[in-house]
């Protein structure tokens, strides 16, 4: 009989696009990188993209949103290897991350370690391209992406720390953009640690069995039967933050009626979830790709409307 707990299937998907083009030596560090699962990548880009659009005058850079988008996956890749040389042991332990390179040792230690090195050079060299305000900026999140994994250990609310860290985009797209960290940006920021807040939870409701076994936290524990209410009240607290930034940007009506569906959005999420079902989980969480951009592109539309009215 295993040791490892049946509750669920790996994450890690098969046949994919990794097993057809990518040489076999190179498949566990494309799978450490999480580069067959662009979710994460989408959720720490997004809040880099809405704060370059609320601080341009008219269009955004396309220039920047590329940098970003390079960035951010660079830097998702950076994190899940810093998460997965953390959570190696606790990883085996749970079968939805039991196959995971280092934690079924198709990747030592050593090998993460050097290619972590090798995702901090390419994230670093993005970041120079940037004014120094934003280099110094972005600097700051390092302690946050360092610490995160450990939360889960120690605290009911790791899933607020990953908001501090995911969100941290929301700062450095403004500085990009003006130079100077602002108010709007602040706001924006506090709105996505909220918006992570939710998400995340669901997606901690995957795990909750296999975590209570194991000794580990998620607000998924700490809410339990009480989970829905404090979706809404995280959702709601980001969607009015999110509107208060843009007040403080004087946006255009576009951005309005985009925000409205936006804010449906994070409704029907929070009124659907099954929480008890971890295939509808992961589907609501990686809906919030589809709200990161129905609201990037509700802020472009009003940020362009304000510029030519």
């Excluded at 949103?65 to 996956?73: E, I, K, S």
């Excluded at 998460?83 to 039991?98: E, F, G, I, M």
């Excluded at 610490?147 to 250990?153: A, D, E, G, I």
């Excluded at 969100?167 to 100077?180: E, I, K, M, S």
């Amino acid at each position: 009989m295993s040791d490892v707990p049946s509750l669920g299937a790996s994450d890690i998907p098969l046949g994919g696009w990794i097993d057809r083009r990518v040489p076999e030596a190179a498949r566990p560090y494309f799978r450490l990188a999480r580069l067959d699962r662009p979710i994460g990548t989408w959720l720490l880009l997004l809040p880099c993209w809405w704060s370059v659009a609320l601080a341009s005058e008219g269009w955004p850079s396309a220039v920047l949103l590329v940098l970003f988008a390079v960035g951010a996956t660079t830097m998702r890749a950076a994190g899940c290897t810093v998460n997965d040389l953390w959570d190696r042991k606790y990883d085996s332990l749970v079968a939805r991350t039991a196959t995971r390179p280092l934690a079924s040792g198709a990747i030592g230690t050593a090998q993460a370690l050097l290619f972590l090195a090798f995702l901090s050079a390419i994230g670093l060299a993005v970041l120079l391209q940037f004014n120094a305000m934003t280099v110094w900026v972005g600097m700051g999140s390092l302690p946050l992406v360092a610490v995160y994994p450990l939360m889960k250990r120690v605290t009911h609310w790791p899933q607020a720390v990953l908001g501090l860290t995911f969100n941290w985009g929301a700062l450095v797209g403004w500085t990009a953009v003006r130079g100077t960290l602002d108010a709007p940006a602040v706001v924006l920021y506090i709105a996505g640690l909220f918006w992570t807040l939710g998400y995340d939870t669901i997606y901690a409701h995957q795990d909750k069995e296999d975590d209570a076994l194991i000794g580990l936290k998620s607000t998924a524990l700490k809410f339990g039967d009480r989970t829905r209410p404090w979706l809404y009240i995280f959702f709601g607290l980001a969607s009015v933050l999110i509107l208060a930034a843009a007040w403080l940007t004087v946006l255009g009506w576009p951005f309005y009626v985009g925000m409205t569906v936006a804010i449906a959005h994070l409704a029907w999420q929070a009124a659907t979830v099954n929480l008890d079902a971890p295939k509808d989980c992961l589907a609501k969480f990686k809906a919030n790709r589809d709200f990161g951009l129905i609201l990037f592109v509700s802020l472009v539309a009003g940020r362009v409307f304000a510029s030519i009215s």
